[in-house]
């Protein structure tokens, strides 16, 4: 899900690198939005995974570092490793001034706090509690959530020295088959509800993505 295409720099600034050269993982806030969204959140795994992958294999983490970073497990539990990357970025990018004062930890115990009370919600939706209450939470913290990346997003970007993410701003061919992918789940759990019988004919759905 990655564009590594070249931004030509203007005269007096520094190139911007590809994408994939990058210490962390670089995308346009936009793009991000676009595929959270898109993908129902789904997104968010890959977007940790390429966190841990690129910083795996830069040049700036030390060999025995490398080698005790398994991209995939913490993308899976990231609550466990949020607190270890944002320390990361900063460290990265402590000659950016929004990045020095960006307080990581405070923004990944919102990150886990935010992801917990999303699955509480969503297990209390499944089973009928607190309806439809439960439901608008679920969706207020998913809102949340993606606030959250867009923040630390921006730290990212910032730190690898490309704020506007532009090596990593345009829509894939891989990105657009994601889109309608999920575009066709989003359509087939709308046709669900719609018909399943519901006293309006909609039935509630899980607020999780």
């Known amino acids: 899900m990655t564009d590594i295409s070249i931004t030509s720099p203007a005269a007096g600034e520094e190139p911007v690198a ?3 050269e990058a210490a962390f993982y670089v995308v346009s806030r936009r793009k991000l939005i676009i595929l959270f969204i898109a993908t129902m959140s789904f997104y968010s795994f890959y977007w940790f995974y390429k966190n841990w992958e690129q910083y795996r294999k830069h040049g700036s983490a030390s060999e025995d570092a490398r080698d005790a970073i398994w991209p995939i497990p913490r993308a899976i539990f990231s609550i466990f490793f949020i607190h270890s990357l944002f320390r990361k970025v900063k460290a990265l990018g402590p000659d950016q001034p929004k990045v020095a004062a960006w307080r990581d930890n405070l923004g ?5 706090i935010v992801s917990i009370t999303l699955g ?3 297990r209390l939706e499944k089973n009928g509690i607190g309806l439809p209450l439960t439901s608008f939470l679920g969706y207020v913290c998913i809102v949340l959530l993606l606030l959250s990346y867009v923040k630390a997003q921006s ?7 490309d ?6 701003n345009k829509l894939t061919g891989a990105n ?11 359509l087939g ?7 399943s019988g519901a006293a309006d004919g909609y039935a509630s759905s899980s607020s999780s993505f």
């Open 155 to 161: 730290m990212i970007n910032a730190s690898c020295g």
């Open 120 to 122: 509480i919600t969503n």
């Open 163 to 168: 704020p506007d993410g532009k090596s990593n």
């Open 176 to 186: 657009w088959v994601w889109i309608v992918i999920f575009g066709i789940l989003y």
């Open 108 to 112: 990944a115990w919102w990150y886990v």
């Open 18 to 20: 590809t994408a994939d």
């Open 189 to 195: 759990a709308f046709m669900h509800g719609f018909n």
